[in-house]
C-alpha cells in the first residue's frame, strides 16, 4: 500500500537551511523520513518514529524534527536523529572519532548517543548537561573504535536520541532535542591494512552434508570482518543486510559467547578475504546442536581451509517434536524463500510463521502469498505466512497463523472476534501476542476475547521473559488456551530466539505441526527441553478421574551444556509451585516425580529455569473429577479483575503514543473507535455474563 505524503493524517514539512518546503514521506515499518539537513561529512541526516540503532530504541511519534532558530542558528528539533556518515569521509575505520555537538541547553537537558563501534554492539551513552549561560552550548564525546560501516538502522552509523524518547517512551519536556551543528573529527589512527589471505569455511551437520549456521568471526580485538558477499543475506526491517546483532536481554549474561554480538548466516560453505591473524569462530545451529567454539589463522597470500562439524546434543525430531517461532517479520516474495528458509534452517526452526503485520491504517512485511499458495517446504522445514493484524494498543496485538487469506474489514478492525471467526473457517489458528511483556493493553482484549471462545493461543515466551499470570488466570478460570513463543524479529530476539517444540509424532506435515500445536502438545522455550507426564498421558492430554483417584506425574527439563546449565525445575498445579527439583544430575538434567490424589479437576504443567536466562514452561494436563478443571478458589479474584478490564472499554480513547505506527494510524484508529465502541461494549456485555455465571456456580462440598 502506498505511504502517505503530506495529507490529513500525517503532515511533515521541514523548512531547513534551504529555505523551501519540502514533504517528507514516511516509509517501513520504522516510519522514517529524511531530514534536509546539511552537515559536513554527512550523506544523510534520518529520523523515525520505531528506532532501532545501536541500542537505542525510541519511540518518538510526536517528535519528528522540525525546524527551529535558536540565536539566528538553523536548527532541527526533534527526538531522534540518524546520521550516514560519508563513505568517503570514513568507512570500516578502527579509530576513536570526536563528535561535537551543539544544542539549545535551554530545551536539551542532554541526549542519548550510540554509534557503529568495533568490538561491542550496543556502545550506549547518556549524557546529562548542567550547564548556564548561553543557549547554544557545544559537547564533545568521544567515540572510541567507531567503525561506521553502515550497520544502523537504514545503513546509518550515528544516532542520537533526547532524553525521554526511549522505548515505550511518555513525551514529556524532554522528549525533544534542539540540534544546531554537529561536526566529526577523525583522528585518523586506524591501523593500516596487512597482508590478507583466503579462508574456507565448511560446516557439515552430524550426517556430513554442508548446513546453514549462525556463525561470527572476531579478530583478537573483538573485530568482525565484514561478512563476504558468500554470506547469506536477511531481511532487517526494510534493510538488505549481511549481518545482524543480538539485542541483550538480561542485564548480567550476553546471548552469545563472545561480547562482540554481531554474528551472520552461511550456507555449509563460506569464503572470505581477511587480514593477516588469529581468528576467534563461533558456530551454532539453535539448542538441539553443541556450540562449536575454535581458532584459526590467516596467513598473507595463503589460503586457510576450516573445516567444522556441528554434532547434535538433543535430537528431537526423532522423538517426534518439532520446533516453530510463531512470530517473525520479513518481506517475502517467491525469490526470498531460499534464502529465509536457509536462515531458518540455521537456526533449526522447522515452522517459521512469516507475518505480515498491520495495523488501522496499513501493513509491512508484505508476503507473496497466503495459504497453502504461501507455504515454502524445503526437506522438514516450512515457512508459513501469517498475520500480525488486528493490532492496537487500544485492545492489543494479535496473531493468526496457517490462514488462508488476509481479512482486514476497516468497518469491523477492532471486532476482534469476527476476524478470529474469519480465520478459524479458513483452518487458521489467532491469538494474542506479546502477553509476554504485558504489552499494548493486551490485559484489555484478553478479558473480552476469551470467555467468549474467540481466542486459540497466546504468546507467553518472548525477549527473555516469560510472563504466566494472565495465561493462569484464565487457566484457573476454566479455559483453554495454547502457550506459544515467538522471537518477533526483527524487532526482538534473533529468528527462532524462542520457540515451541510440537509433538508430530513420526511423520512430519505442516498441517499436523498446527493441528497438535492447537491441541497443546507443545512447550515453549528459549533452549531447555522438557519432557511431562501425567498418568503416562503427554502435555496437553485432557484425564477424567473420580474422587480420591491417585495421579502420577514425571517430568525432566535437560539443557545444552555449551547454552547453559538449569537451575530448578517445577511443578504447577492451579498456578502454584507445588514440588521443585533442583538436584542437577551428572547429564545436567533434572528429573521430577511426583504423586498427587485429587478430589476435584484441576491442570498441572511444568516449568523450568536455567541459571541465568534460560526458560521454558509446558502445555498443562487438564484432570477433570466430574466437570471442569478450573480452580474454584481463584475465581472471584479473577473475574474481578477481568470485570475491571471490561469497564475500560467505556471511557478508552486513542492513544498515539501507545501505538507503535502512531505517526500513521492516529486518525484511522479513532474514527473505528468511534464508529465500533458500540458493538465492542455489546461484546463486553457478552462476557460480563459469562464471568458472571462463573460466580454462580455450586461450590463443590469439601
Known amino acids: 500500500m502506498p505511504r502517505p505524503r503530506c495529507n490529513g493524517i500525517i503532515a511533515l514539512c521541514i523548512f531547513l537551511q534551504c529555505g523551501s518546503a519540502i514533504a517528507h514521506e514516511f516509509t517501513g515499518p520504522q516510519g522514517t523520513v529524511a531530514v534536509d539537513w546539511e552537515i559536513p561529512d554527512v550523506s544523510r541526516v534520518l529520523s523515525s518514529g520505531y528506532g532501532d540503532s545501536f541500542g537505542i530504541e525510541a519511540a518518538v511519534n510526536q517528535g519528528f524534527p522540525e525546524p527551529d532558530i535558536v540565536e539566528g542558528k538553523s536548527c532541527i528539533n526533534g527526538s531522534y536523529f540518524l546520521f550516514d556518515v560519508d563513505d568517503e569521509f570514513a568507512f570500516d575505520i578502527d579509530e576513536t572519532v570526536s563528535l561535537e555537538i551543539t544544542l539549545d541547553i535551554s530545551r536539551s537537558s542532554g541526549f542519548w548517543i550510540s554509534y557503529d563501534r568495533n568490538a561491542m554492539s550496543e556502545p550506549l551513552q547518556q549524557i546529562e548537561l548542567e550547564v548556564e549561560g548561553s543557549r547554544l552550548y557545544t559537547h564533545t564525546v568521544e567515540l572510541e573504535r567507531a567503525r561506521f560501516a553502515n550497520r544502523g538502522e537504514s545503513g546509518t552509523d550515528i544516532a542520537i536520541a533526547a532524553p525521554s524518547a526511549m522505548w515505550p517512551g511518555t513525551p514529556d519536556g524532554r522528549h525533544r532535542i534542539v540540534l544546531c551543528d554537529l561536526k566529526i573529527t577523525r583522528s585518523n589512527k586506524t591501523a593500516a591494512r596487512t ?244 504489552l499494548f493493553n493486551v490485559r484489555r482484549g484478553l478479558a473480552l476475547d476469551v470467555p467468549l471462545g474467540a481466542v486459540d493461543f497466546v504468546e507467553i515466551l518472548q525477549d527473555g521473559i516469560l510472563a504466566t499470570d494472565l495465561w493462569y488466570d484464565f487457566l484457573n478460570l476454566g479455559f483453554v488456551l495454547t502457550p506459544t513463543a515467538g ?79 538449569l537451575d530448578r525445575l517445577e511443578l504447577i498445579v492451579h498456578g502454584e509451585v507445588v514440588a521443585t527439583a533442583s538436584s542437577v544430575a551428572e547429564d545436567g538434567s533434572l528429573s521430577l516425580n511426583h504423586k498427587l490424589n485429587v478430589s476435584d479437576g484441576l491442570w498441572l504443567a511444568v516449568r523450568t529455569y536455567g541459571a541465568d536466562q534460560a526458560l521454558a514452561h509446558s502445555a498443562p494436563v487438564f484432570v477433570s473429577v466430574g466437570e471442569g478443571f478450573e480452580n474454584e478458589d481463584a475465581v472471584p479474584g479473577v473475574v474481578a479483575r477481568m470485570l475491571g ?49 462463573m460466580l454462580d456456580r455450586p461450590q463443590v462440598e469439601q
Open 487 to 565: 522471537s518477533d524479529f526483527p524487532y526482538l530476539s534473533a529468528p527462532g530466539g524462542e520457540r515451541n517444540f510440537v509433538f508430530v509424532g513420526d511423520e512430519f506435515t505442516i498441517d499436523r505441526w498446527y493441528e497438535q500445536l492447537k491441541d497443546n502438545r507443545t512447550f515453549v522455550t528459549n533452549g531447555p527441553m522438557l519432557e511431562f507426564t501425567v498418568n503416562g498421558q503427554v502435555m496437553g492430554s485432557r484425564i477424567e478421574l473420580s474422587p480420591g483417584d491417585e495421579i502420577e506425574i514425571f517430568a525432566r527439563a535437560s539443557m545444552n551444556p555449551g547454552i547453559e546449565s
Open 645 to 693: 478490564h471490561l469497564d475500560e472499554f467505556d471511557t478508552v480513547q486513542v492513544d498515539s503514543v501507545s501505538e507503535l505506527e502512531g505517526w500513521s494510524v492516529g486518525a484511522p484508529l479513532e474514527t473505528m473507535l468511534t464508529e465500533q465502541r458500540v458493538k465492542i461494549l455489546e461484546r463486553a456485555d457478552a462476557a460480563r455474563k459469562i464471568y458472571a455465571s
Open 195 to 438: 597482508r590478507s589471505g583466503r579462508l574456507s569455511l565448511a560446516v557439515n551437520d552430524e550426517t556430513g552434508n554442508g548446513t546453514p549456521v549462525r556463525i561470527g568471526i572476531y579478530d583478537i580485538t573483538g573485530r568482525m570482518p565484514l561478512p563476504d558477499d558468500s554470506a547469506l543475506t536477511i531481511r532487517n526491517y526494510d534493510d538488505l543486510t549481511k549481518q545482524v546483532f543480538l539485542r541483550s536481554t538480561h542485564s548480567a549474561v550476553s546471548p552469545w559467547p563472545h561480547d562482540n554480538r554481531y554474528f551472520f548466516y552461511m550456507d555449509g560453505e563460506y569464503e572470505a578475504t581477511l587480514p593477516e591473524g588469529v581468528y576467534s569462530l563461533i558456530v551454532s545451529k539453535g539448542p538441539e546442536y553443541e556450540l562449536v567454539t575454535t581458532d584459526f589463522e590467516i596467513l598473507g597470500n595463503a589460503m586457510t581451509n576450516v573445516n567444522v562439524k556441528v554434532n547434535r546434543w538433543a535430537n528431537m525430531p526423532e522423538k517426534g517434536w518439532y520446533s516453530g517461532d510463531d512470530h517473525v517479520h520479513m518481506i517475502r516474495n517467491e525469490n526470498d524463500n531460499a534464502s529465509i528458509s536457509a536462515i531458518m534452517q540455521a537456526e533449526d526452526v522447522h515452522v517459521t510463521n512469516v507475518l505480515q503485520m498491520g495495523n488501522p491504517f496499513d501493513t509491512h512485511f508484505p508476503q507473496y502469498a497466503f495459504g497453502t499458495k504461501g507455504r515454502y517446504l524445503e526437506g522438514r522445514y516450512a515457512l508459513v505466512p501469517g498475520v500480525e493484524d488486528p493490532r492496537t494498543a487500544v485492545r492489543g496485538h494479535t496473531i493468526s497463523l496457517n490462514i488462508g487469506e488476509v481479512y482486514r474489514p476497516a468497518e469491523a478492525y477492532l471486532r476482534y472476534d469476527r476476524i478470529f471467526a474469519t480465520y478459524r473457517e479458513q483452518g487458521g489458528m489467532s491469538g494474542y501476542a506479546h502477553v509476554a511483556g504485558d
